[in-house]
């Protein structure tokens, strides 16, 4: 591995271990359950999941019509709803993305 | 114990890590074949897996790396990137309350993606599963995994493996999004659709107006500071 590509991995990966780990130690236990950084805790999963989605999907809408991608989450969608799975619905939703991009071509 | 209580082995962390593996193989495949079209070696692609172990990070070190960019310039940049990560341990810890467990976060925290953090708290809201750390080292272990196995497979087959296969090449690009999106869908609670809102906005915005990495950034503080509005008694 090249020095260069092994010093840029070393920096990025001890800096994301140092992010995800030295929060988990911090002392929340006395924290107030309707308090302010307890609502933003709370808050902070579906706002990190719902803009890790939009910015996954972003480049798609900006592709034009994004018929696959209309498909794929509507896919979504109805599997989850029908099975609450989120492997089914993560499998179902990609195969319905590419069976719009198949049909399409 | 009663016949219905949450379990939170090892092995339930494996099989809470199976949809996060079925997207993570594929994408890291594609990983592992972008990074040799690059012109990385195979064990250099596998090396940024096995270090850096964050897909959007490594995707866009790619970039870099090609683009020319000096190596402190670009670790930086995706060092930025990754500093969203620094909310996921506090968010499961409360989430968790006094049985939170962190002797060997140390290790387990290592493995505490976007997903795996999802997953997480996507499996202790619907009561599925009690916090453990052996629990968080299974679903760790599990998704890295499939991480590292998705990469090799992806450096082995080479730069041209999906040229052929454009249908799959996409289908196998929708997996992240689609796996996100059924993991919103498995926390999701009424009394959070403003913090969705507002993320997906905010996200769309800096995105477009600065950077990808401002837009998450953005959209992510933008949205937990949403949460804040919300009234105390209102439902979770």
Do not use: C
């Not at chain 2, 949809?19 to 250099?44: D, K, M, N, Q």
């Amino acid at each position: 591995m090249r020095a260069e590509l092994l010093t840029l991995a070393l920096i990025v990966g001890g800096f994301t271990w140092a992010f995800r780990f030295f929060p988990t130690k911090l002392d929340v236990s006395a924290m107030k359950p309707d308090g302010v950084l307890a609502r933003f805790l709370a808050s902070t999963g579906p706002a990190a999941i719902a803009t890790l989605f939009v910015a996954s999907v972003l480049p798609m809408l900006q592709q034009g019509l994004p018929v696959p991608l209309i498909a794929g989450t509507a896919v979504v969608l109805a599997t989850y709803l029908a099975s609450r799975s989120v492997v089914g619905a993560t499998l179902a939703g990609s195969a319905g993305y590419g069976l719009a991009v198949w049909l399409l071509a | 114990m009663s016949f219905d209580a949450p379990k939170s082995s090892f092995a339930t962390g494996l099989v809470t890590a199976l949809p996060i593996a079925l997207g993570y193989f594929p994408i890291a495949f594609s990983f592992g074949v972008a990074a040799t079209r690059a012109g990385l070696t195979g064990i250099e692609a596998f090396g940024l897996s096995l270090i850096i172990y964050a897909g959007a990070a490594q995707f866009l070190a790619l970039a870099l790396i090609t683009g020319g960019a000096p190596v402190l310039v670009a670790a930086f940049t995706l060092v930025a990137m990754n500093v969203r990560h620094v909310l996921y341990g506090p968010a499961l810890i409360k989430r968790v309350g006094p049985a939170a467990r962190t002797r060997h976060a140390w290790a387990w925290a290592y493995g505490l993606t976007d997903e795996v953090f999802g997953a997480a708290l996507g499996a202790l809201a619907r009561g599925r599963v009690a916090f453990s750390e052996p629990f968080m080292f299974g679903l760790g272990i599990g998704a890295y995994s499939a991480w590292l196995s998705g990469t090799a497979l992806g450096a082995y087959a080479g730069g041209g493996a999906l040229e052929n296969w454009p249908v799959l090449d996409a289908a196998l690009g929708f997996m992240l999004p689609a796996l996100f999106l059924a993991l919103l869908l498995s926390i999701l609670s009424k009394a959070q659709l403003p913090v969705i809102a507002v993320a997906a906005v905010v996200t769309v915005a800096g995105t477009l107006a600065v950077s990808g990495t401002t837009g998450i950034l953005a959209g992510m503080v933008a949205g937990a500071l949403t949460g804040l509005l919300r009234r105390p008694t209102d439902a979770r």
